[in-house]
Structure formats: structure tokens, C-alpha cells
């Protein structure tokens, strides 16, 4: 780990199959920051965080994320870093056959927990963080998509991860439900000292929560830009 940098990219190509998509990126995140990521369709934003989760190697330059080095990962390592980072899709991506309980419990199993006083607690706990602790037993169709999008953000806290990697977090919410997930994921941001890097598409959400930017374009990640 390098100071208090959870991400930090150096001189980083940025491949999809064969096609440069971002080329040399220098990019930094300290604990706690709060970053949106912005830039138009295709500009590389899901590529930047493929790359931050180990989905896509860096092609040239160096990488770091939660004490990984992004350009020599062993495939053996890649879970392990995951679990220093929650992911939160926009697509929530929750199994539709079992319980909000359930859910959490799968993926706390599939990733190393196995004493179930533990487990148990764990899913409360997680719960509690994002309003949700009344709503254990009921199955994800019967949650609205605001309440979905929470229990996929108390699925992201369930290892204490360094960041929260969202990718579009509220492309599927309306205005009213978007400011909430935001103001939840601030919070847990602030709460817990947590990094969390949002790319969106939203710009009155970014006006309304007005932070660090980063923007991918023409190929290049800009860091620190302002937005009228």
C-alpha cells in the first residue's frame, strides 16, 4: 500500500481485446474519497473499473488497488482483491430465488465466512447500515428498486471493503430514489473512512453532491475536472 492511496494508477494502457481504450492513466484514490466518474458512453469508464477489479489487465504501467499490484495480479489473487472492493452494478444482479437474507449469505459463504453466528450477524449489521434490517425475509420482487439497489450496496459492505466501486448505481432509479442511494453511499463514505468512485451519467446528481471528478476522454483519463 502506498500511503494512504487505495488506488493508484502510473502510465496505465488500457485495453479492450485489441483496441486502446485509455492510455496512460495516472490516477489516485485515497481512503476515503469520494470520486465521480463521468465521461460519454464508451469513453472507458466501465474499463477503468474492469481494470480496477481485475476483469482486464493493464497493458503497460503500474497499478495498485487495496495492496494488489493491478499489472502482475496472479489469477489465483484476483478474489482476494475483490474482497477489499464492493461492487455495486446498476443492474443489481441479485439471485431472484432467494431471500435478501439468502443473498447476503451466499456470497458471505462463497467468499470465505463460515461460522454462522457470525454470518448472521454480519447480515444485520449490513442490513441496519442501509435501512434495510426489516426486510430480511422478503425476496427481491417484492422490494422496490430503490430498496434493491441497497441491499446490493449492503452485499458490497459485507467484507469491510477499502472502496465501493458503483457503476451507474442509479441509472435505474428515478430522481427521488437516486439522491437517496447517493446520500446512503456518502454516508457510508464518511461513516466508515470507506473510498467510493461512482461513474455516472447524471450530472444534476454530481450538482447536488458536489465532489472530486474524474472524467474519461478521447482516450485519456482527466483527473480533478469541473463541470458547469
Same mark, same amino acid.
Given at each position: 500500500?502506498?500511503?494512504?492511496?487505495?488506488?493508484?494508477?502510473?502510465?496505465?494502457?488500457? $485495453? #479492450?481485446?485489441?483496441?486502446?481504450?485509455?492510455?496512460?492513466? &495516472? +490516477? @489516485?484514490?485515497?481512503?476515503?474519497?469520494?470520486? *465521480?466518474?463521468?465521461?460519454?458512453?464508451?469513453?472507458?469508464?466501465?474499463?477503468?473499473?474492469?481494470?480496477?477489479?481485475?476483469?482486464?489487465?493493464?497493458?503497460?504501467?503500474?497499478?495498485?488497488?487495496?495492496?494488489?499490484?493491478?499489472?502482475?495480479?496472479?489469477?489465483?489473487?484476483?478474489?482476494?482483491?475483490?474482497?477489499?472492493?464492493?461492487?455495486?452494478?446498476?443492474? $443489481? #444482479?441479485?439471485?431472484?430465488?432467494?431471500?435478501?437474507?439468502? &443473498? +447476503? @449469505?451466499?456470497?458471505?459463504?462463497?467468499?470465505? *465466512?463460515?461460522?454462522?453466528?457470525?454470518?448472521?450477524?454480519?447480515?444485520?449489521?449490513?442490513?441496519?447500515?442501509?435501512?434495510?434490517?426489516?426486510?430480511?425475509?422478503?425476496?427481491?420482487?417484492?422490494?422496490?428498486?430503490?430498496?434493491?439497489?441497497?441491499?446490493?450496496?449492503?452485499?458490497?459492505?459485507?467484507?469491510?471493503?477499502?472502496?465501493?466501486?458503483?457503476?451507474?448505481?442509479?441509472?435505474?432509479?428515478?430522481?427521488?430514489?437516486?439522491?437517496?442511494?447517493?446520500?446512503?453511499?456518502?454516508?457510508?463514505?464518511?461513516?466508515?473512512?470507506?473510498?467510493?468512485?461512482?461513474?455516472?451519467?447524471?450530472?444534476?446528481?454530481?450538482?447536488?453532491?458536489?465532489?472530486?471528478?474524474?472524467?474519461?476522454?478521447?482516450?485519456?483519463?482527466?483527473?480533478?475536472?469541473?463541470?458547469?
Amino acid at each position: 500500500m502506498i500511503g494512504n492511496s487505495i488506488i493508484k494508477l502510473n502510465g496505465a494502457d488500457i $485495453f #479492450q481485446q485489441k483496441h486502446l481504450v485509455l492510455s496512460n492513466v &495516472n +490516477l @489516485h484514490i485515497d481512503k476515503g474519497d469520494f470520486v *465521480w466518474l463521468i465521461g460519454q458512453t464508451g469513453s472507458g469508464k466501465s474499463s477503468l473499473l474492469k481494470v480496477l477489479y481485475g476483469d482486464i489487465n493493464i497493458a503497460s504501467g503500474t497499478g495498485h488497488a487495496c495492496g494488489y499490484d493491478l499489472d502482475k495480479i496472479a489469477p489465483k489473487d484476483i478474489p482476494f482483491l475483490r474482497r477489499k472492493l464492493g461492487i455495486v452494478f446498476q443492474d $443489481f #444482479q441479485l439471485l431472484t430465488d432467494r431471500s435478501v437474507e439468502q &443473498n +447476503l @449469505h451466499f456470497v458471505m459463504q462463497a467468499t470465505g *465466512w463460515k461460522d454462522k453466528g457470525l454470518i448472521n450477524e454480519r447480515t444485520l449489521d449490513v442490513l441496519e447500515k442501509v435501512g434495510l434490517r426489516s426486510k430480511l425475509k422478503k425476496m427481491p420482487h417484492e422490494l422496490s428498486g430503490g430498496e434493491q439497489q441497497r441491499v446490493v450496496i449492503a452485499r458490497a459492505l459485507l467484507n469491510d471493503p477499502e472502496i465501493i466501486l458503483a457503476d451507474e448505481p442509479t441509472g435505474n432509479l428515478d430522481p427521488d430514489t437516486s439522491e437517496e442511494i447517493v446520500m446512503l453511499l456518502k454516508q457510508i463514505s464518511q461513516q466508515s473512512n470507506t473510498a467510493v468512485l461512482i461513474a455516472t451519467h447524471d450530472y444534476h446528481i454530481i450538482r447536488t453532491f458536489p465532489s472530486r471528478i474524474i472524467k474519461c476522454e478521447n482516450g485519456k483519463v482527466l483527473e480533478d475536472v469541473q463541470i458547469a
